[in-house]
């Protein structure tokens, strides 16, 4: 019983510190990521005992800021939702990594561990309410703050997820189909098959335009640049006018968080998962028949290697992109959702389900 | 004349030029990042990965043309070129300089100044004391850009401060300080 305990509780803090890390991570990676693209050096001076370690102390020192401002709150905010929002925005960003599997099953002691916070038969959907019960949070903070322009950058928010979770939803449904589940250990699982024998069936080869579909919503979703209209920081400004120290800081954390988890399920999805190409349970089966054998733990440190990595580069990918690509009108991203996104993604389980019909026929 | 600026289908896919945009700026980054590396693996200057100069640390060669902070020239006995003629006073279109002049008993000089101010937060920087002077006596090439203060009081530079600046030296660079009492002066 305690053993059960312990083991869930472990499962959670992986998840749990993994993301967390990975996204106060991130705001150094952005930094730094746009200094070196950008042919700067970016930011370097926060510096402890002298030691300045290419500004790694600079999220520390953001934290510190955030921690130690004035907490305001305008006379008109309406307290309670203007003090919610922020959370509500984490939370839900923070709870969708739940169900993204970072591993195979570890076998302990007879013990069969699946290496997953939670195993939910239904995680793609629970992924997909998470991500969209995050818009809440923003939706709140734009009424609650009673400030016109923070409510205007609400409504904006709110139309884009709209339009971008609609295609995100649509974009999944062929990965479900391909992989016959909605549970992402199974999808993860599922591609590790090959086709022909030698290419590694993964999201990216059975559904590569559900791939690019699911990654621009997913981008869309995660409300930065190009698609990061809702804030605009720079000129439009958006729901979080308001919002200053730490609550200003969990909207930014949370905007991290959910690149974090796009760039999570882009890898459980499209990717592979946790699947290193041509490792099986007992160790490397090469397609030309050479056989590497690995003990279990072995092939499970790789597996959770593979999937760190596979974030990591995805988290650079988004980063690359938002760095790149200049914003996106309100109206262009609306039209691409509506008459872009969407119509493809239909399209795509349209054609999926014929390719299946033909392949089971 | 002018820019057609009707899309082909290509641009207006969007994706294959995004996908172009994406591969610069990734080999903006993976050559950067290599220069990085390399700078720290051999310890040399001459590798960047970057343009920045380190302001503080690092700066770049100033022109000798570049107008500074102003000084007082001496003659070789250690006493200020200045005869007091006001030119400089006269001509400023900031009205910061500001001259007391007195006697000497020196025939060929004839006048001193004995107060000799130049209020520094007041200075547009336009060179125009410079070319006014008959005597060349004031010129602004000390090379030092970094003056500010705490207090107005301290942009206020005195005659006895003005004559102990040097010249900058061959690359730009200011051979000598402000004085830090000036920093905090209070008036």
């Known amino acids: 019983m305690l053993t059960d305990l312990g083991i869930a509780f472990g499962r959670v803090a992986f998840i749990m510190l993994f993301v967390l890390n990975l996204g106060g991570l991130l705001t150094w990676v952005e930094r730094k990521q746009s200094a070196i693209m950008q042919d700067r050096i970016g930011a370097n001076r926060a510096s402890v005992f002298g030691l300045r370690l290419w500004g790694l102390f600079h999220p520390v020192a953001d934290a510190i800021k955030m921690l130690t401002k004035e907490d305001f709150i305008p006379a008109r905010a309406d307290r309670v939702l203007f003090n919610l929002a922020p959370v509500v925005s984490l939370f839900f960003a923070l709870v969708a990594f739940a169900a993204i599997p970072f591993g195979d099953s570890l076998r302990v002691d007879g013990r069969e561990i699946p290496l997953q916070a939670v195993n939910l038969n239904v995680g793609v959907l629970y992924i997909f309410a998470m991500l969209s019960l995050g818009v809440y949070g923003v939706m709140m903070a734009g009424w609650a703050s009673a400030n016109n322009y923070a409510l205007l950058g609400g409504q904006r928010a709110a139309a884009l997820m709209i339009s971008a979770e609609i295609a995100i939803g649509a974009s999944i449904m062929g990965v479900a189909m391909v992989y016959g589940s909605l549970n992402m250990m199974e999808i993860a699982r599922g591609q590790g098959a090959l086709l022909w024998g030698w290419l590694p069936a993964w999201g990216i080869v059975t559904q590569p335009l559900g791939f690019i579909l699911f990654l621009t919503a997913g981008i869309a979703s995660t409300k930065r640049v190009p698609f990061d209209f809702p804030e605009g920081e720079s000129e439009i400004i958006g729901y979080f006018v308001e919002y200053s120290g730490m609550k200003f800081g969990m909207f930014m954390m949370a905007d991290f968080v959910e690149t974090v988890v796009i760039a999570g399920m882009t890898t459980a999805l499209f990717l592979g998962g946790w699947q290193v190409p041509y490792l099986g349970p007992e160790g490397f089966v090469f397609p030309w028949g050479t056989m590497w054998s690995l003990s279990h733990l072995a092939v499970v440190a790789l597996q959770i290697l593979a999937f760190s990595l596979k974030v990591a580069f995805m988290c650079w990918f988004l980063m690359l992109i938002r760095w790149t690509l200049p914003r996106f009108r309100y109206d262009q991203a609306m039209r691409l959702g509506w008459l872009g996104l969407f119509p493809l993604s239909i399209l795509n389980i349209v054609a999926t389900g014929i390719v299946l019909l033909g392949l089971r026929a | ?187």
């Open chain 2, 1 to 187: 004349m002018g820019f057609d600026s009707r899309l082909t289908f290509r641009q207006r896919f969007y994706l294959v030029e995004v996908l172009a945009g994406l591969g610069i700026t990734a080999a903006h980054f993976f050559r950067n990042l290599g220069g990085h590396i390399a700078r720290t693996i051999f310890r040399s200057k001459r590798i960047r990965g970057a343009v920045t100069i380190q302001y503080p640390e690092e700066r770049r060669p100033y022109s000798p043309r570049l107008r500074s902070l102003h000084r007082l020239v001496r003659r070789e006995d250690g006493s200020p070129r200045c005869v007091a003629c006001m030119m400089c006073e006269t001509v400023c279109p900031a009205r910061c300089i500001y001259i007391v002049a007195g006697e000497l008993p020196n025939p060929d000089i004839e006048k001193v100044p004995v107060r000799f101010d130049i209020d520094v937060g007041k200075c547009v920087f336009c060179g125009f004391c410079v070319e006014a002077c008959p005597e060349d006596a004031i010129r602004m090439d000390t090379g030092i850009l970094e003056f500010s203060s705490y207090s107005r009081g301290g942009m206020v530079y005195t005659m006895d401060v003005l004559l102990s600046l040097e010249p900058a030296g061959p690359d730009g660079a200011p051979r000598s300080t402000v004085p830090k009492a000036l920093w905090a002066k209070e008036r």
